[in-house]
């Protein structure tokens, strides 16, 4: 979302338009401080989504994703009473909240579900914690499993986000294809062995990133780029009266200035108080065919309220509601090189601008 402020500019001027996107971009400080620790993610793993009824949200999400959710060991979450926990493929976890009253309670919508957190991929799970502790976010809990280490931290410090950071030894995805195939064969099940989502679904392949509202757009960026270890891009003022800064892990921050602004309509009216309703508002997915996405949302009766197409990427954002009960973003757009490549073209790019 962050190129859509030179939408006009990119239909009229292609080349000095991308070069301008670029440099716009790029950030124009480093990660971090030197002399603060961070905790070095390396990729958001999995957005925690909040429900009431595990059963009937893992259908609902899997109908519309057309994906496949698998039961897994709460590791992190059993001290703050879940469970229950399920994932597919494409990044969504669903942890079954008990309706008690207590701080996870209080993030759930009165619907029943809510996008509450966020799973960061960490390299070392001691230095994080104590990376955490330096930026005086407080640790809820810590807990070891057979397969990860997880550590979960307080929400009301990191403007309604529940942070959590993983560790665990990642497959190459071939070889977790070849997992998933044999634990098909274990339990029985039928399916294709690669990825064909049914034409029911909006096809999803990953969370591409997330959208937060916050009330602090600066302290939010600020703290998250100094205790993730990433480069922001921002805050920028924005159409619409609100502001937007997001970095490469793909944590978007947006804050609306007046009670009138757009932005306000997408924010739920969270039973925390103590949160304020920031937190986390609608959830990026990446899909394979955008069309077949807008077809199928509009055979459920969902309408987007804002769509934007460009030679680069379409996207369509869907307001919280609905089956699954929290808000959504489609975008499809085509990744054309590796990363390494990107940032050497853009490298050779500016320097041909200077």
Do not use: C
């Not at 109908?63 to 009473?81: A, K, N």
């Not at 009301?156 to 071939?174: E, F, I, S």
Request: hydrophobic share 45%; charged share 20%.
């Amino acid at each position: 979302m962050i190129f859509d402020r030179f939408a006009d500019i990119l239909a009229k001027t292609r080349a000095v338009a991308v070069l301008l996107l670029l440099v716009f971009a790029w950030p124009s400080s480093p990660a971090a401080a030197q002399d603060e620790p961070s905790v070095e993610a390396s990729a958001i793993d999995h957005v925690i989504i909040g429900v009431r009824d595990i059963d009937a949200a893992s259908g609902a999400f899997a109908e519309l994703l057309g994906t496949s959710f698998y039961s897994i060991v709460p590791v992190g979450m059993t001290p703050l009473g879940i469970a229950d926990m399920r994932i597919d493929s494409s990044g969504f976890a669903l942890a079954e909240i008990a309706d008690d009253g207590g701080l996870l309670s209080r993030m759930i919508d009165s619907d029943g579900h809510a996008p509450i957190g966020l799973a960061f991929r960490v390299p070392n799970m001691d230095r994080a914690v104590t990376a955490m502790a330096a930026h005086n976010i407080p640790l809820l809990a810590r807990e070891s499993g057979t397969t990860r280490e997880v550590a979960i931290f307080d929400p009301r410090a990191t403007y309604g986000v529940l942070v959590a950071l993983v560790t665990y030894r990642a497959n190459y995805p071939v070889a977790n294809s070849d997992i998933a195939g044999l634990w098909r064969q274990r339990e029985g099940l039928e399916g294709p062995g690669a990825y064909d989502p049914p034409a029911s679904s909006i096809g999803a392949i990953e969370v591409d990133h997330v959208l937060i509202y916050v009330s602090d757009i600066d302290g939010a960026t600020s703290l998250f780029q100094r205790f993730l270890g990433s480069s922001f891009s921002g805050p920028h003022d924005r159409p619409n009266n609100h502001r937007l800064s997001v970095d490469g892990l793909g944590v978007e921050f947006i804050s609306a200035a007046g009670a009138d602004a757009r932005i306000n309509r997408l924010v739920r009216e969270r039973r925390n108080g103590d949160l304020s309703g920031e937190g986390i508002d609608a959830v990026s997915v990446r899909v394979g065919d955008y069309r077949q996405a807008m077809n199928v949302l509009a055979a459920r009766g969902v309408e987007p309220f804002l769509t934007r197409n460009t030679p680069v990427r379409d996207v369509a954002l869907v307001a919280s509601g609905g089956e699954v009960g929290i808000g959504f973003e489609i975008i499809e757009y085509d990744a054309i090189v590796h990363p390494i490549a990107a940032l050497e073209m853009l490298h050779t790019l500016l320097e041909d601008n200077r």
